[in-house]
């Protein structure tokens, strides 16, 4: 009898071991369905995220294109307007060429000369004006060509981001 005590008792305790197998794993279940719903919350704000920044990306790539087309339309006027200065300097050149021997000759006709070469001066004063505020456009929106593929090719900081998003960045 003492070993059908021993085998009683054995089973005694297998069964209490498998008791508390069971209340293990199904707590390892609870919390291996926490864990699970703690990463879909988590997985659930970075696609959130994900979107938003898409979005903050493509109005960003809009306003890039807008001030893209704004600077080459403003580009193609100065164009004109350079063609049109450099019209007026050779018509006035040609001018005073025709003029000069007459101008030797008339004190009057070379004040007139001298004004027009004034005009001429002031006119190139604002073409090399222009020319400034051209390139400085110019180097704004390589600025924020070179910002857009920033933000393209990696994460950007929150601040860093914010910063961009409200043109504190580089403008």
Request: hydrophobic share 40%.
């Amino acid at each position: 009898m003492t070993r059908d005590v021993q085998v009683d008792h054995r089973i005694i305790r297998l069964e209490e071991d498998k008791s508390h197998l069971r209340d293990e794993l199904a707590q390892r279940e609870i919390d291996h369905k926490a864990r699970v719903e703690a990463l879909e919350k988590t997985v659930a704000v970075r696609e959130s995220r994900v979107s938003e920044l898409t979005d903050q990306v493509a109005a960003l790539e809009s306003k890039v294109r807008d001030i893209l087309e704004s600077g080459q339309s403003e580009a193609l006027q100065l164009a004109n307007r350079i063609a049109d200065l450099v019209e007026r300097q050779q018509t006035a050149e040609a001018r005073i060429y025709e003029l000069q021997p007459v101008a030797e000759r008339v004190p009057m006709l070379e004040a007139a000369v001298d004004e027009t070469k004034t005009l001429l001066h002031e006119t190139e004063g604002d073409l090399v004006d222009r020319e400034k505020k051209l390139f400085e456009r110019e180097r704004q929106l390589a600025d924020i060509s070179e910002d857009i593929e920033t933000i393209a090719s990696r994460p950007v900081a929150g601040p860093v981001f914010r910063l961009l998003t409200k043109g504190k960045l580089r403008v």
